[in-house]
T-cell receptor, first 112, second 113 residues
Framework: SQQGEEDPQALSIQEGENATMNCSYKTSINNLQWYRQNSGRGLVHLILIRSNEREKHSGRLRVTLDTSKKSSSLLITASRAADTASYFCATDASGTGNQFYFGTGTSLTVIP | DTEVTQTPKHLVMGMTNKKSLKCEQHMGHRAMYWYKQKAKKPPELMFVYSYEKLSINESVPSRFSPECPNSSLLNLHLHALQPEDSALYLC????????????FGPGTRLTVL
């Protein structure tokens, strides 16, 4: 399986704190994406980082990518209760074209 | 329109029933996907359609039968399912395959009795 591993599995923080989640994957990639899922709902795309990029920002989100370590991190700054959700990284393995694999996910709870 | 719609939202079926899940997008995307997601697990890829042709079948049992009638529609026909097939079924689409952002529908919650 090319599924990535995420840690922590679960994270609970106070509103206003920063949340960091990590993703490790197994094979070479073209890009890595982060998605968010509210309980029992569809996934929402957050940010895409390409294999030749090291860092990317979008609002309160900061993503880093280290292809030598096959790892990525997602930082959410100044968290809000509305950020409570599951967060998944997803990778496409280079050369496979169509196949898109999700990591195991981090469940984030932001306490008001 | 940046939305992927799925119907029905919920479906309860017996093991002998035949039912279909539907997915629709009007974003001009040429790739569409079916995923299966069990509780507290990540989505698992089932099928990929590219330009209305099945390009990936992740060894899914034949009781799941996908169909892509046109570039905007994707169906998943269900027959003789097992209780362990109960899950959230997610549809997604992207402009092209592989490297593009996937847009997900809200899913169909399937329960097999």
């Amino acid at each position: 399986s090319q599924q990535g591993e995420e840690d922590p599995q679960a994270l609970s923080i106070q509103e206003g704190e920063n949340a960091t989640m990590n993703c490790s994957y197994k094979t070479s990639i073209n890009n890595l994406q982060w998605y968010r899922q509210n309980s029992g709902r569809g996934l929402v795309h957050l940010i895409l980082i390409r294999s030749n990029e090291r860092e990317k920002h979008s609002g309160r989100l900061r993503v880093t990518l280290d292809t030598s370590k096959k790892s990525s991190s997602l930082l959410i700054t100044a968290s809000r209760a509305a950020d409570t959700a599951s967060y998944f990284c997803a990778t496409d393995a280079s050369g496979t074209g169509n196949q898109f694999y999700f990591g195991t996910g981090t469940s984030l709870t932001v306490i008001p | 329109d940046t939305e992927v719609t799925q119907t029905p939202k919920h479906l309860v079926m017996g093991m002998t029933n035949k039912k279909s899940l539907k997915c629709e997008q009007h974003m001009g995307h040429r790739a569409m996907y079916w995923y299966k997601q069990k509780a507290k697990k990540p989505p698992e890829l089932m099928f990929v359609y590219s330009y209305e042709k099945l390009s990936i079948n992740e060894s899914v049992p034949s009781r799941f039968s996908p169909e892509c009638p046109n570039s905007s529609l994707l169906n998943l026909h269900l027959h003789a399912l097992q209780p362990e097939d109960s899950a959230l079924y997610l549809c997604a689409s992207s402009y092209l395959t592989g490297e593009d952002t996937q847009y997900f529908g809200p899913g169909t919650r399937l329960t097999v009795l």
